[in-house]
């Protein structure tokens, strides 16, 4: 993208990407002045991503997911917005002049039949069902130790705790999980390269 101007860009399954947030640091500058020059000629300009949801543990896959938690709420009252309403709703609900828009599969006019289908085609696997047909970025990676269906049966069970505490007269806030589960795991994590910078 470096040395390019162009007034359209569209990024398909951004969450994909290796090095993604490379390449659209490198994309941006190269619409920047191309948009300026379409609108006067008032011509088309923009920033398109399309996507499936990855593995939120993916670097490609958070980069994703915070883009779209920066991005405003498409509402189909925009239709009815004029362009400067639009800039205003941007202004105030956007930090990235994204507007992030989603549908579900009955918005696209599918029903339940459908839906069942299609998870018989998947083969009833849940990471890939909620990934290809939900749109949601799964809990759960390709190489995790927990499947995605245990881990929703065991977010049923989790219970989230806020807590303070005063350390040198400053407040600390932070969060417990707790799981109230009639079966017992031992989970042992390893949260340390083994480079002794740290405390963990």
Known sequence: ??????????????????????????????????????K??????????????NNIDSHSGKYTKEMINSAATFSELMYDMTPAEIEDYMEKESTNNFIHIEFSYRQLGRDDKWFKKQCRDLNNDMLKIKREILLEFTKASDTAVFTEAQL?????????????IIVHGRPIHFLTSEIDYPKSYIIGVDVSGGLARDFS
């Open 40 to 53: 006067k000629a008032g011509a088309p300009t923009f920033k398109l991503i399309s996507t499936t949801p």
């Open 1 to 38: 993208m470096r040395g390019l101007t162009v007034p359209i860009v569209w990024f398909d399954e951004f969450a994909f990407i290796e090095y993604v947030d490379e390449l659209y640091t490198a994309a941006s500058p190269a619409v920047s002045q191309a948009s300026i020059n379409a």
């Open 152 to 164: 929703d049966v065991l977010e049923q069970y989790s219970k989230d705790t806020e807590h303070s």
